[in-house]
Each structure stands twice: as C-alpha cells, then as structure tokens.
C-alpha cells in the first residue's frame, strides 16, 4: 500500500473536469485507488464517489493505493491532480 497527502488549491475545490480525469487515469490501473477526507472514503473510479466527498479548497485529502501498480497509479493520479491544478 501506497499513499500521499496533498492538499486542494483549487479555489472550486474538486469539481467536476478534474475529477473525470482523474477518474479516467485512475481506471488505467489494476489497483484500488482511494481519496480519503476526513475519514469518509472515495472510489477514484467513480465520478459520482469523487464528486460525493465534497473537497473544497484548503482541504487535505489522502490518496491511498493498493494493489499490483500501485506506484504507478500513485504518481500517475498526483501528476493529473497537479496538471489540473487542483494541488
């Protein structure tokens, strides 16, 4: 198992175009990809998981990985976040 904690500057917090993209990098891996915030977890597959967290600006979310690819999957889905701006 993997995981990083980074924190949210979007000013939108994680609306909806980043987090289609990191749902569509997320599905290239085989691992489980998890967002955790304040104890509530996300599937990073499903768009509807991501967006039901809530991550608003200044937030400090967990990015957990398990599985075979585990750090791939990790530094692909931070690359995403960080292209995207929202860390």
Same mark, same amino acid.
């Given at each position: 198992?993997?995981?990083?904690? $980074? =924190?949210?500057?979007?000013?939108?917090?994680?609306? #909806?175009?980043?987090?289609?993209?990191?749902?569509?990098?997320?599905?290239?891996?085989?691992?489980?990809? =998890?967002? $955790? @915030?304040? /104890?509530?977890? #996300?599937? #990073? =597959?499903? @768009?509807?998981? @991501?967006?039901?967290? /809530?991550?608003? $600006?200044? !937030?400090? *979310?967990? *990015?957990? $990985? =398990? /599985?075979?690819?585990?750090?791939? #999957?990790?530094? /692909?889905?931070?690359?995403?976040?960080?292209? !995207?701006? @929202?860390?």
């Amino acid at each position: 198992m993997k995981s990083i904690q $980074v =924190k949210i500057i979007d000013p939108i917090g994680l609306h #909806a175009r980043p987090a289609s993209k990191i749902t569509s990098e997320a599905t290239k891996y085989k691992s489980d990809i =998890k967002i $955790v @915030l304040d /104890g509530k977890e #996300a599937n #990073a =597959k499903s @768009l509807i998981n @991501l967006m039901a967290l /809530g991550v608003k $600006v200044n !937030n400090k *979310i967990e *990015i957990v $990985v =398990k /599985g075979l690819d585990e750090s791939q #999957a990790i530094i /692909g889905i931070e690359k995403v976040m960080r292209d !995207n701006k @929202l860390i």
